[in-house]
């Protein structure tokens, strides 16, 4: 199992999970950087109130793939380590959705790595949303563009 | 030995097929399978496919064994 990656059916608490990671990190003392990044259910999306939120996801192949877009972006950026927990599940406007962090020597590595994470999983894991809204519930189709 | 089919979000919905097996005479790429699991569907723009869990076009072969995966745009994050 890779440590870098938590796929959970329960809420988290993203401050929480960057500390406790990074305080079982082997590299204290080498970084100088840690960039987090956020992702939190908004509650209106496409000018529609949305009540809830179900996220589905392909096991096994979701953590696959989000441990290959870590080892990507430590191959192109000088990065000491990089942790992704994404929700998975029913859940209500204002939880987190995503983090992802990222760590490095200096901050210009873990802010682009960073942003390479968050955008390869938007486009390649396979997640999937389902809206709630007053009037039945819709899947979305597509991505915002960042 | 078998070939699973597996289906996601909305496909799953529209479908409504979770996942199969079938067996893998005759079954020589994705496009087969995906002909054989749903009888002939017709397949949605933007339909994206995956066997043993990477990413694969249509005429990705198939093998005994495999594990084969039906899904629209993925929308994590």
Known sequence: MDKRVIVTDTIFDPLQEVQRFQNAMQAKGQFGACVTFVGTMRDFNENTDVQKMTLEHYPGMTEKHLSQIIDEAKNKWDILDAFIVHRVGDFKPGDPIVLVATWSAHRAEAYEANRYLIEELKSRAPFWKKETLKEGTRWVEHNTLA | ?77
């Open chain 2, 1 to 77: 030995m078998t070939i699973s089919v597996k289906f996601f979000a909305s496909l799953r919905e529209k479908l409504g097929i979770d996942e199969k097996q079938l067996a893998p005479a005759g079954l020589e790429t994705v496009q087969a399978v995906w002909n054989k699991a749903t009888d002939n569907a017709k397949q949605p723009p933007n339909l994206l496919s995956a066997v043993n869990m990477e990413y694969v076009d249509f005429n990705h072969p198939v093998k005994d064994g495999d594990e084969v995966a039906f899904f629209p745009p993925v929308t994590g994050g």
